[in-house]
């Protein structure tokens, strides 16, 4: 496959090409960057110097599309907007945009979330890729909004309670690493505000909330369904923890004492076909999950089944983005969905 990396020298552009430059499938990639054109990729990653020697290509996101069998956009908020009608006509094969611009369909909540949307007419084309719940339901689309990295793990937590027929009302803590903020520098990712630091940002409000509530009032069939994203910048540089809480009213109480009516067991369920889900018996740790494609989970109700409470580790560069938008288009081509992906972690770290 020939595929384009466009805006690859940010942090979601780099771990794309991570990946890509080690996945069979890839005979060529093209990594463009409007900054860092012409010059070596390895100056931007200077980890990925042991597997390239390429530089940065200058075309235009127009230019890198045309003749290419995916098109992945790593660009900042609002840029995907502005050129994926130019990435559409140069008629490549699939898009995948990392980046939120197509990832709310209804245009009400986007508007709530992020304000006005500067390409209205493109929505449709987008399928949301939460690729360890829709599997090879993805095969065949041809433009992919990948999940957000907070979204990703909420929705992971969400999606076998959905299942399970439990209509609660879910509070979910997250912990986010500065790299979720990207590459350019920021004062709340400078190393003296963040090492040995945890603030709260976005009090209910961050932007991933519209799509934690597209995909739950979806699955739950009701479109006033509630699930609160409560988020947080944590003292490490890559991951999200995330930590799901909820109340069951008396109608739904989880007996854990009958087969198949614990959480854990909805869980291992839900999941127990999607190679990148592990279910475990304990609270994951994030470094477990770090520079994986893997989730960790785990979930349990309490004694008297009247709440649940699920764990989500994560990386956020990898399932959070490259390795989930990698994952997503495997499973749009019909090809091994983990091609590419089954890389361990590097505990520790
Ligand atoms: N970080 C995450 O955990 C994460 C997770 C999921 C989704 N995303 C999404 O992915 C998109 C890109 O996020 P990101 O985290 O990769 O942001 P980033 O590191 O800030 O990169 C964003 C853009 O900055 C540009 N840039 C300009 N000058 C640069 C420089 N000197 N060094 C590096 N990059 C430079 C790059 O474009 P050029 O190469 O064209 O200059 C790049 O496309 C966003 O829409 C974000 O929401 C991020």
């Known amino acids: 496959m ?20 080690q996945h069979p499938e890839v005979r060529e990639c093209v990594a463009t960057s409007r900054s860092q054109g012409g010059k070596p990729i390895a100056d931007s990653h200077p980890a990925l110097a042991t597997v390239t020697d390429a530089r940065f290509s200058n075309a235009t996101p127009g230019e890198a599309a045309r003749g290419c069998d995916v098109v992945f956009l790593c660009l900042e908020h609002g840029e995907s907007s502005a050129v994926a009608a130019e990435v559409f006509r140069a008629g490549p094969g699939m898009v995948v945009d990392l980046a939120a611009d197509f990832r709310v369909r209804d245009p009400r909540l986007y508007q ?7 390409a209205p007419e493109l929505l449709g084309r987008f ?3 939460l690729a360890d719940v829709l599997g090879t339901k993805l095969r065949g689309a041809t433009a992919i909004a990948a999940p957000g990295c907070f979204a990703t793990a909420a929705q992971l937590a969400l999606y076998p309670l959905a299942r399970a027929g439990l209509d609660v009302s879910p509070s979910l803590f997250a912990v986010t690493g500065s790299s979720g903020a990207g590459a350019q520098p920021k004062p709340t990712t400078h190393h003296p505000a963040r090492a040995h630091n945890l603030f709260a940002y976005s009090p209910l409000g961050h932007r991933h909330q519209a799509e934690v509530l597209q995909g739950w009032r979806q699955w739950i069939g009701r479109p006033d369904a509630s699930a609160r994203l409560i988020t947080h910048s944590g003292p490490f540089v890559r991951g999200i923890y995330l930590t799901l809480h909820a109340h069951i009213p008396d109608e ?3 007996s854990g ?3 198949g009516r614990t959480a854990g067991e909805w869980f291992r369920d839900a999941y127990k076909d999607r190679p990148f889900v592990r279910v475990l018996d304990q609270p994951p740790e994030l470094t477990h999950a770090v520079a994986t494609n893997y989730a960790l989970v785990h979930a349990v109700e309490s004694a008297e089944g009247r709440e649940v409470q699920v764990t989500v580790a994560i990386d956020n560069l990898v399932k959070g983005a490259g ?16 091609s590419g992906l089954r890389g361990g972690g590097v505990f520790p770290c």
């Open 257 to 259: 004492g009958e087969p």
């Open 252 to 254: 739904c109480a989880i």
């Open 2 to 21: 020939k595929l384009a990396v466009v805006g690859s020298a940010g942090y979601a552009g780099g771990e794309l090409l991570r990946l890509l430059l």
């Open 323 to 338: 390795g989930q938008a990698i994952q997503a288009m495997n499973l749009a081509l019909g090809i091994n969905e983990c």
């Open 127 to 129: 399928t949301y890729g």
């Open 112 to 118: 709530q979330y992020y304000g006005a949307h500067a």
